[in-house]
């Protein structure tokens, strides 16, 4: 049974910045991709970033630009540096690895950004 652990959400001003991180129980390159969602307060679970086992990213439209996914396979662990940080980014954040039509969701991590 794959785990995933979410860290590093929290507090953060408008402009700020914070960088998430989703340690994996198993080899991340076993996956087919790792990756972000979100889902905002009265809203539907969206996609932040992905990373697929080549290293290929994808990005939803709202944070192209400013979030970045990043990976270090030594630690299993895949990152999310949030820059340039909106009201609109406070969500419940996610990491979810899929393997074929697998998939394995974080317990999430609460993103709040307000002055």
């Known amino acids: 049974q794959v785990q995933l652990v979410e860290s590093g959400g929290g507090l953060a001003q408008p402009g700020g910045s914070l960088r998430l991180s989703c340690s994996a129980s198993?080899?991340?390159?076993?996956?087919?991709?790792m990756g972000w969602y979100r889902r905002a307060p009265g809203k539907e679970r969206e996609l932040v970033a992905l990373?697929?086992?080549?290293?290929?990213?994808n990005y939803g439209d709202s944070v192209k630009g400013r979030f970045t996914i990043s990976r270090d396979g030594a630690k299993n662990t895949i990152y999310l540096q949030m820059n340039y940080l909106k009201s609109e980014d406070t969500a419940v954040y996610y990491c979810?690895?899929?393997?074929?039509?697998?998939?394995?969701w974080g317990q999430g991590i609460l993103v709040t950004i307000s002055s």
């Open positions: 990373i697929n086992v080549g290293g290929v990213t």
């Open positions: 979810r690895a899929r393997v074929a039509s697998r998939e394995t």
């Open positions: 198993e080899n991340i390159f076993f996956f087919n991709d």
